[in-house]
Structure formats: C-alpha cells, structure tokens
C-alpha cells in the first residue's frame, strides 16, 4: 500500500492537530463550567428544601427568604410611617386556610399570604392513574399564585376570612406599615379560573409607598413528577405577553446559564399576562386590562423527581412575577385591581377562549416552525371527537382525511417510482456500457462520467420521467404528518381515554403484565399489539413500494421496521394508532396504483396501432 504525503494530506493532518489542539483546550473549560453550574444548581436545591411556607413566619422576611432561593437581592424592612399600626403589635405566626370548589377543581387559599397552596383537578380524566386521587398542581408550594412580592417588607399583623359560599370568600389583611389590603377571591361555575380583587386602603394620615411591589405566578414541574405518567417526551416553558403586542414570548426554564434564564425572562414593558407549562397543563396570571403589570421577571427552583438524587435529572420549576414597580398608596384613596390565574389542563378549547396571545402556552409541537399546522390538527381532533363520540375513532378520521388529502402527491410519487423501476434495465445497460475500467486515464473518467450523465438525461427525457419525481412528493408531506404526530402526542384531551384494549390513548397499548425485566433499548415492557401490527404492516408497505435501488439497499430498507420497533415500542396508543391506520392506507393506496397501472398498461395495448 503505497502513502502518497502530498500537499492535500499535509492540509489534512494540520486541520486535525488544530481541531484536535482546540478540543484539548475547551473540554477542561466546558467540563468545569458545567460542574460549577450543577454545584450551583445542587446548592439551590438543598435550600430549597424547607421553602413551603405553613405559617408564614415572619413576613417581613417572606420576600428575602424567596429571593435568597433565586438569587435576588433581599428584602428591606421600611419603617412604618406615623400614625400606622404599632410596632409592638406582633406578627402573625399562624394563618387560617379554606377551600373553594367548582365542578373542575378544588383550590385552597392561604389567607396569611393571600394566595393559593393548592389547586386539584377534579375532572375523571386528570386524576392520578395509578391512585385514582386528583392531580394536585403546585404542591411544593414553593411559589404561590397570588402570594405579593415587595422589596418593603410587608408584615401582616391582623387578619380576616369571611367566606361567602364555595364559590367565593374574602381575606383582609393589615399590615404593620398601616396598608389594609381586601382580597376577594371568586370562581366561575365552569371554568379553571379564579379571580382575585384587590383593594388597598391606607386608613393612615400618611402616604405609605412599597417599593418594588408584585404578584408571583406559580409554576409547574413536569409532567412525569407532577402526576406519574409516563410521557413520550416533555416540555417546560415560561411565557409572558407584552401589552398591544398580541404575541406570546416563550423562553426554556431548563437553560443551565442563570444570566440567559434571567435575560430571557425579564420583560422591562408593561405585560398582559405571565405564564408557565409543562406538557399538559398550564399556569397563567392576567393582569387588569386598565392596570397592566408594570414589568415581568422570572425565577426558578431547581429540583430532582421522586425518587432521584441523579444531577443528571435536576429540572426546574419556573415562576413569573408581574411587577407593579413602585406604589405610593395615598390616605384615604383605595387602589383597586383584578388579576386573574388559569391553573388547569391545556385543553385547546379552553385556552383558545383565554384569547389569541395565549394560544403561545399550548406548544403543541416540539419545533415551533410546525405549529402553525398542529394547532388545527388538535381543532379537528376535537371536533371530530364531538361528532363521533370516541377519540379513537376521531384518530382514525383525522388520519384517513390527512391522508387522503394527499392521495393525488402520494399517487404520483408511488406512480414516479414505479415508471424509474421499469427503467432499472436500461440506465443498467448504460452504466455497463460507460462503466470505468483500470486502464482509463482521469480524463477517460471525466468524459465517461459526462457521456453516462448525459445518455441518462436523454433516457429519462424520452420516457418523460423526473428522477425525484418520487421524492419531492413526500418531502411535502413531512411538516404536516410531524405537525399530526405532535398534535396526537400533545393533546390532554387523550389522557385517560380508553379505546379497544387500551385504556390510555395517552399511554402504550399494554396487554398483559409485563416483563420482569428490562430490555435493551426499550426498558421494561409488555405485549402492545399496535405497536407489533405496525411494524407487521412496514414491512408489508416496504416490500410492495417501487424500488430503484439495488437488492443490498433494499435488504438495509428491510431494517428500517425492526429499528422502528425498538425506537417506538413504548409510544403512546394514540400515536401508534395513526401510525396503524397510516400504514393500512398507504397499502391500499398501493395496491390500487398497481391495479390502476396495469389497467393503463392494457388499454394501451388493445388499441389499435397507427398505419
């Protein structure tokens, strides 16, 4: 084996040192950047620990306590101006809690910080699969919905619950600084909303400002920590919308650079609403339309599931504040404002009435340039779900009227292929006859390589067949069929929802117990006769459709189903019953495109040729 060291390999070799150099130099950087950051994140955590708050100890210490956990500066303590509440009037150790409930879910309110330490959803359809209990959003009560946020310290000395039936109640609270402050919290019959008025009144001689005055946003840890289920994939995301912009601003709670995270999440403009999902439901707070939130900002928790220490599986829980900024409260003159929270499932109806701008909560699709597509994917989802009854059926009319959308580029790309098979001899023929041999010089090489493309050119010219005739179809096909998928993969309305033998159209096909023990690649699983069928049918489809690659190719393609089985194996039944029923379309689009060609074929033979 003769080296030739020439100029090109000298080049080569020199670009591998300089890549080889520059990646010795950055991975002891990125390696230690990296452990600095989970060290961070670690010490976060453990701090984080005893954040619920029971009593609210101490209120004056409440804010710095919170911005301690994130990194902002702490609280400062103001001195109650003349005429307030004495000073030696004690702050309140113990607070008193009550619930309201509508036919969705149940809240319980805090009253000594005046927001909301639990939220359960009594719908069947969200609550937990394996207990039967309601799903309870914000249970670590780290961040509440509703709890004020103030770089003054705002210490509650007396407090008030009257409740006003299971649709309403009021909490008054007076602070140490003279502020009283009138929360009514009130819910619709039918929604997942709850509406909180609030109205401060400074019954002091004195003007009292609060600087820094806010409202926190509770946000959701993940799906799989939140309720146990085992999702395909998940996703966190903080959203906020500015006032007039109509648009929703998303950032990615899980960035490991906190000054990105910060940077992300800061909104210096006023701002409609604040936001934070996971991949089924949502948290959302509204601020007065006459009396928008001043500026937004964003803090976050890091924390491990249940049952995990692994750095590895660290995410974070995101909160959103609406800031009012700094407020002077004049003697005598209340202040009055609504803010409202949605704390419910994603339902696209449900978030569609919410209004345009938080349609952005829904990210329905892990690529966002697909939503646009998967949005109306859901829409018809349900729609056709209200007319048949059964979101498996609704699966199955939603496929068959995506894939018959596209029968005429489908039918024309197996119709390309098909035309290139039958030209298989001859573009062989021509490339025996130009085939290069050992003897041909580079310019023998050249021209026969030109002459080969030219007589295939020519070829494909006469028989009027486009070489991509058959892929360009189907790559025009691919964002609508992703969109599908992530709309079937997203959509909660699925959870819980049986159909056949499965019993969770969110979840796999299971029938039978399942294995001792896990497998490579695919963990611990059962029998999902879906997922077994559609492999059965890849196979079935790869072998009918038209081929012009040679028989090693195609024995690789005979793969593709096998590979397809262990990547998919635990895919929810939802997905894998589009996947099912694309298949069997795909078949008997097939079979009538060969029986369609063949008729073509014989007509052309009985007629009569032309003297």
């Known amino acids: 084996m003769n080296f030739k060291f020439d100029k090109d390999t000298v080049i080569i070799v020199l670009i591998g040192c300089l890549l080889m150099g520059a990646w010795l130099l950055y991975m002891p950087r990125y390696q230690a950047k990296r452990a600095e950051e989970y060290r961070k994140m670690l010490e976060a955590t453990r701090q984080n620990a005893p954040v619920q708050q029971t009593n609210a100890n101490a209120g004056a210490s409440q804010a710095s306590t919170q911005s301690a956990v994130t990194g902002a500066n702490a609280g400062q303590t103001s001195q109650p101006a003349a005429g307030t509440v004495a000073e030696s009037i004690p702050a309140l150790k113990e607070t008193k809690t009550f619930s309201l409930e509508n036919s969705l879910f149940r809240v319980t309110i805090d009253g000594l910080t005046g927001s909301l330490s639990s939220v359960k959803l009594l719908d069947p359809r969200y609550k937990l699969k394996d207990s039967g209990e309601a799903i309870e959003l914000f249970r670590d009560g780290a961040y509440r919905t509703f709890e004020l946020k103030s770089d003054s310290a705002l210490v509650p000395v007396s407090l008030e619950v009257h409740e006003k039936g299971p649709l309403s109640a009021e909490v008054v609270r007076t602070f140490a600084n003279g502020l009283q402050l009138v929360q009514t919290f009130t819910l619709p019959e039918d929604n997942y909303m709850v509406v909180c008025d609030y109205a401060w009144i400074n019954p002091t001689s004195a003007a009292v400002t609060v600087d820094g005055l806010g409202v926190r946003l509770a946000g959701l840890p993940q799906v799989k920590d939140l309720t146990g289920d085992k999702v395909y994939s998940e996703r966190l995301n903080v959203d906020f919308c500015k006032v007039g912009s109509g648009m929703c601003d998303s950032a990615d709670p899980q960035v490991k650079s906190q000054e990105k995270f910060d940077r992300k999440t800061t909104c210096d403009s006023p701002?409609?609403?604040?936001?934070?999902?996971?991949?089924?439901?949502?948290?959302?707070?509204?601020?007065?339309?006459?009396?928008?939130?001043?500026?937004?900002?964003?803090?976050?928790?890091?924390?491990?599931?249940?049952?995990?220490?692994?750095?590895?599986?660290?995410?974070?829980?995101?909160?959103?504040?609406?800031?009012?900024?700094?407020?002077?409260?004049?003697?005598g003159v209340p202040v009055e404002f609504t803010l409202k929270t949605y704390c419910g499932p994603k339902e696209m109806a449900r978030i569609r009435a919410l209004g345009s701008s938080v349609m952005g909560v829904m990210h329905i699709s892990y690529y966002s340039w697909f939503e646009f597509i998967a949005r109306p994917m859901v829409m018809l989802l349900n729609w056709l779900k209200s007319l048949c009854g059964s979101y498996g059926v609704a699966i199955i009319l939603l496929t068959l009227i995506v894939r018959i959308l596209f029968w005429p580029v489908t039918q024309k790309a197996n119709s390309s292929m098909r035309r290139m098979q039958k030209l298989q001899p001859k573009i062989k023929e021509l490339q025996e006859k130009y085939k290069e041999t050992p003897m041909d010089t580079p310019d023998d090489t050249a021209r026969k390589k030109a002459e080969l493309n030219q007589k295939m050119m020519e070829l494909y010219r006469v028989e009027k067949v486009n070489p991509v005739g058959g892929c360009l179809p189907i790559l025009l096909q691919i964002p609508v069929f992703i969109a599908l998928y992530s709309a079937l993969d997203s959509a909660v309305e699925l959870r819980n929802v049986p159909f056949l033998w499965c019993t969770d159209l969110?979840?796999?096909?299971?029938?039978?117990?399942?294995?001792?023990?896990?497998?490579?690649?695919?963990?611990?699983?059962?029998?999902?006769?879906?997922?077994?069928?559609?492999t059965v049918l890849m196979v079935v489809q790869q072998k009918m459709t038209p081929s012009a690659a040679d028989s090693t190719q195609q024995k690789m393609m005979m793969l593709m189903p096998i590979i397809m089985l262990f990547m998919f194996y635990n895919l929810p039944s939802g997905l894998t019953l589009y996947w099912t029923v694309s298949q069997i379309f795909s078949i008997l689009q097939m079979k009538y495109g060969q029986f369609a060609a063949k008729r073509d074929e014989a007509r052309q033979t009985s007629k009569p040729q032309k003297a």
């Not at 979840?507 to 695919?522: E, N, Q, W």
Request: no cysteine; hydrophobic share 45%.
């Open 506 to 534: 969110s979840r796999p096909d299971l029938v039978g117990p399942t294995l001792p023990f896990a497998l490579p690649f695919i963990g611990q699983v059962g029998l999902h006769p879906l997922v077994i069928a559609m």
């Open 271 to 331: 701002v409609a609403w604040v936001g934070s999902s996971n991949k089924y439901f949502a948290s959302l707070l509204f601020a007065d339309d006459e009396k928008p939130f001043a500026s937004a900002s964003g803090e976050r928790i890091w924390k491990f599931p249940a049952g995990s220490t692994n750095e590895k599986d660290l995410y974070a829980v995101p909160s959103m504040t609406g800031n009012f900024g700094t407020v002077t409260f004049a003697p």
